[in-house]
C-alpha cells in the first residue's frame, strides 16, 4: 500500500488546535504558567514595601479576573505558539515536503526529499484515527507520523491499514486524539 501526499502548515495547525487544548501536555502546560505566574506575583508582594501590599493585592486580583476574562483567547494563543514553534523548527522542515509512504509486510517506509526512513512494526507505539486521519506514535521518536485524510479517497484503504496493524504489531486503532502529545 503507499500514499503519496504533501502537508501544509495551516492544515496541521488546524487539525492540531482542534483537540491540543484538552491533552494532558496542555494542561502541564497551563499548570507552569500559573505556578510560575504565581511566583512571581509573591516575589513582588514579599520584596516591596508594606505600604504598597494592598495596591499590589488589588493588582493581582485584577490580574486574575483579566485571566478569567480571556481565558479561551489566552490558551488557544498558548497552544498555537507552542504547535507553531514545533512545525518552524528547522529540523522539522521535512513534514512539508511531498512525502511517499509505503506499508508492506516489513513495516513501512517514509520517503522525502531529503531522506528514507524505515519503521518496522515492532517498534509501533500506538495508531490513532482521528476524523480519518492518521496519527502513529513510534518508540524513541519525538516526531509522531501523520497521515491526512486526503490519503483515503476510500474507506477501504482505511480498512485495509487497520487490518494491517492488528495483524503485524497487534495494535487496534484509538479513535481519539492522543493525550499525550508533545511538540518540542
Keep these: 500500500m503507499k ?8 492544515y496541521l495547525l488546524d487539525f492540531h488546535m482542534k483537540y ?11 499548570i507552569t504558567y500559573v505556578l510560575l505566574m504565581m511566583t512571581v506575583w509573591a516575589s513582588i508582594y514579599f520584596i516591596v514595601d508594606t ?12 490580574y486574575m479576573l483579566l485571566l478569567i476574562v480571556f481565558k479561551k483567547r489566552l490558551n488557544t494563543r498558548i ?9 518552524n523548527d528547522y529540523k522539522n522542515k ?3 515536503s511531498p512525502i511517499i509512504i509505503t506499508i508492506d509486510d516489513n ?7 531529503s531522506n528514507t526512513k524505515l519503521i518496522e512494526w515492532n517498534i509501533i507505539e500506538n495508531f490513532y484515527i482521528i476524523e480519518n486521519n492518521i496519527i502513529i ?8 507520523i501523520f497521515i491526512p485524510s486526503e490519503c483515503f479517497n476510500n474507506k477501504c484503504y482505511l480498512d485495509i491499514l487497520i487490518e ?15 493525550n499525550d502529545i508533545k511538540f518540542r
Design 20 to 30: 491540543f487544548l484538552k491533552t494532558k501536555t496542555f494542561l502541564a502546560l497551563k
Design 94 to 96: 521535512f513534514l512539508f
Design 107 to 113: 513495516g513501512f517506509s517514509i520517503n522525502t526529499e
Design 79 to 87: 497552544a498555537k505558539n507552542q504547535i507553531l514553534s514545533y512545525l
Design 3 to 10: 500514499f503519496e501526499f504533501k502537508l501544509t502548515k495551516e
Design 51 to 62: 505600604k504598597y501590599e494592598l495596591m499590589i493585592i488589588i493588582m493581582f486580583l485584577i
Design 164 to 178: 494491517l496493524f492488528k495483524e503485524n504489531p497487534s495494535i487496534y486503532p484509538q479513535y481519539r486524539y492522543p
Design 137 to 144: 506514535k513510534v518508540f524513541g521518536d519525538k516526531n509522531n
